[in-house]
């Protein structure tokens, strides 16, 4: 367990709500789209779907009349899922704010309720201040946050279009890619449509300084290509990708595999 539901959630909510519509969150956003959406709307549907209820008697179809007013569109080749928490902080990086690529976090729904804690009780005053349960505590994908997630994956994978990108950290114990337990897996790739995606570009990063785990023949990764022959959809393996590791050497410029200005100017 973990701590209660935010004092200040619906306000964090609507002020997350009108920032994002006013493109100051996501710069390459549809404005016109995003005109139609009414934030006391949106948090009505969401809040309503876990006050005055048990934290863990929430399911995932409970969350979809939010997640579909919430939806906006996702441009083609931006897309960028990720599989455990590890390459996180690498994907928000390489996003940009959505201005290279779109995680669900830059999308209206994720960005809304990314970092916060919320979770309901039957008792007034329907919320739970105390406690709310973790990651997995309601079982995988239930209860009142990981059930959003789930159901918000779902969306964001089905309108995947053209490119897309996958992250995994090479060094993720248990294997880069976890096909049971993983949203990614269960919600992500479940979900995309093999005629409108036209490649995944499996990106393995590691760590800088740190010696790589899995590569693109390795068996997690040989499960997710697997997958994707199944479904036929195309894919390309990279192990640390350029473009990742230029980011990644933004801050580790001392570490070797960073020394990629050859005739670095010495004054005499
Ligand atoms: N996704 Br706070 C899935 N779960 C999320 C997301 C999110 N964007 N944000 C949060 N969670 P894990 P994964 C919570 O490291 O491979 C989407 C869930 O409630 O295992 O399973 C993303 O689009 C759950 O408790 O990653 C991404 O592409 C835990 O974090 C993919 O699903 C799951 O984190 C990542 O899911």
Not at 78 to 100: C, L, M, N, P, Q
Not at 191 to 207: A, F, G, K, R, S
């Amino acid at each position: 367990s973990d701590n209660g539901t935010d004092i200040d959630l619906r306000e964090i909510f609507i002020g997350r709500c009108a920032d994002f519509k006013a493109g100051r969150v996501n710069p390459t956003v549809d404005l016109n789209e995003l005109r139609m959406k009414n934030c006391t709307h949106l948090w009505n549907l969401f809040h309503s779907t876990f006050k005055y209820r048990e934290a863990c008697n929430v399911t995932r179809p409970m969350y979809k009349e939010f997640v579909a007013e919430a939806a906006i569109t996702i441009p083609s080749n931006k897309s960028a899922f990720w599989d455990g928490w590890t390459i996180y902080d690498t994907v928000h990086s390489y996003a940009k704010e959505g201005r290279r690529s779109w995680s669900l976090e830059y999308t209206l729904m994720g960005y809304l309720i990314n970092n916060l804690k919320f979770c309901g009780q039957e008792e007034e005053p329907g919320l739970r201040y105390d406690s709310c349960p973790g990651p997995d505590e309601c079982g995988f994908a239930k209860g009142c946050a990981d059930a959003f997630w789930a159901e918000a994956s779902i969306n964001f994978a089905k309108q995947a279009k053209g490119q897309v990108r996958v992250f995994f950290d090479s060094n993720r114990e248990g294997g880069a890619f976890h096909n049971n337990n993983s949203y990614f897996a269960q919600y992500e790739l479940i979900n995309m449509d093999p005629d409108v995606v036209e490649n995944v570009n499996i990106y393995l990063v590691t760590e800088l300084e740190t010696k790589s785990g899995d590569n693109c023949t390795s068996p997690s990764i040989q499960e997710l290509i697997g997958i994707l022959k199944e479904k036929n959809i195309r894919y390309t393996c990279y192990e640390q990708p350029r473009d990742v590791l230029h980011l990644l050497c933004i801050d580790g410029n001392e570490s070797d595999e960073c020394i990629l200005q050859k005739d670095a100017l010495v004054s005499p």
